[in-house]
């Protein structure tokens, strides 16, 4: 086990007062018991809401829902929390593909989990020609589900460089295909619409991974972003397996999960609106530090300094 301590901190700045804001928060790391556990959380925001709300979507991510009525040409957004992260389990997915698909279709379950809710087109993923038979491709003679995850992530990270200038959030699954290149949400996504077009039901995860620093550099403040992986269904007996393409392995420990979804869309860290005009700047920091398992939880403090200022969405 690992535990964690993290610092989020994101800032929008906008040219002309925001008179009338209302958003949606999906910053509280995930209390599954079953890969982490959330210890403490705390989210401060300015200015201070007219009205706060927390809630649990669909898919069992904590939503912090605000109303600001003070006008503004500042928002800001600090959460603080610990985390215990489990060591991973292993697993074994050597079913078939044809028997996973004989799987799902005895599944009667149709909650948020449910395998059948991962398998059709969502927002960001449509079905494409050509994604479909770049995972055909890449299939292992085998037909065994580990092997399709082991060399489906192998391929993305072999055919596609990671480029945080090439995309932006709203860039679309096809150009991103299309270009080769992007950063952690386009590759989630191209493995999600793979996966889905040969029948593996495959979701969102977002959150935070912890990265070192190169031997010999000092690991610098908000060096941490948020990041996006995913979540494939392998039958009932391995359950739903995590994959991280970007860096091609299998989800570990230093990956601290926020929200489940079928997109980024579902899992988007802050979805709202605002009533304003002119542009709008958005910068986010993140720290994950680990921290010793009986340290006190008031202890650790962070130095939450903006990083470089991009998007808000994984990277």
Request: aromatic letters at 8%; one cysteine or more.
């Amino acid at each position: 086990m690992t535990v964690y301590d993290i610092a989020l901190r994101l800032t929008t700045l906008y040219e002309q007062p925001v008179i009338d804001a209302r958003h949606d928060l999906r910053v509280r790391p995930l209390n599954d018991g079953l890969t982490q556990r959330l210890d403490s959380f705390d989210l401060a925001i300015w200015p201070s809401p007219s009205r706060r709300h927390e809630r649990i979507d669909y898919f069992a991510n904590g939503v912090t829902s605000v109303t600001l009525a003070e006008p503004h040409t500042v928002f800001e957004m600090a959460m603080m929390a610990r985390v215990e992260r489990f060591a991973t389990r292993s697993f074994s997915a050597d079913l078939p593909l044809q028997g996973l698909k004989s799987e799902i279709a005895a599944c009667r379950d149709m909650g948020f989990d449910a395998p059948h809710h991962y398998l059709g087109e969502s927002p960001h993923i449509p079905f494409r020609a050509e994604i479909r038979d770049y995972a055909h491709q890449a299939m292992p003679a085998s037909g065994q589900v580990q092997d399709i995850l082991t060399m489906l992530m192998a391929a993305i990270h072999r055919d596609f460089a990671f480029d945080d200038t090439a995309t932006t959030v709203e860039t679309a699954l096809a150009d991103a295909f299309w270009l080769r290149r992007g950063v952690c949400q386009d590759f989630a996504h191209v493995m999600i619409a793979c996966l889905r077009s040969i029948g593996i039901p495959a979701g969102y995860v977002s959150g935070f991974l912890r990265t070192e620093p190169p031997d010999g550099q000092m690991r610098l403040e908000g060096a941490d972003a948020m990041h996006a992986w995913v979540r494939a269904w392998c039958g009932h007996q391995a359950g739903w397996v995590e994959c991280d393409p970007t860096n091609d392995i299998f989800v570990n420990d230093n990956h601290i999960a926020v929200a489940h979804g079928r997109d980024y869309d579902d899992a988007l860290p802050i979805v709202g609106f605002v009533s304003t005009a002119g542009v709008q700047q958005t910068k986010q920091a993140v720290d994950v530090i680990p921290v010793c398992p009986d340290a006190d939880p008031q202890a650790s403090q962070h130095d939450q300094t903006q990083g470089q200022g991009h998007e808000i969405g994984a990277r």
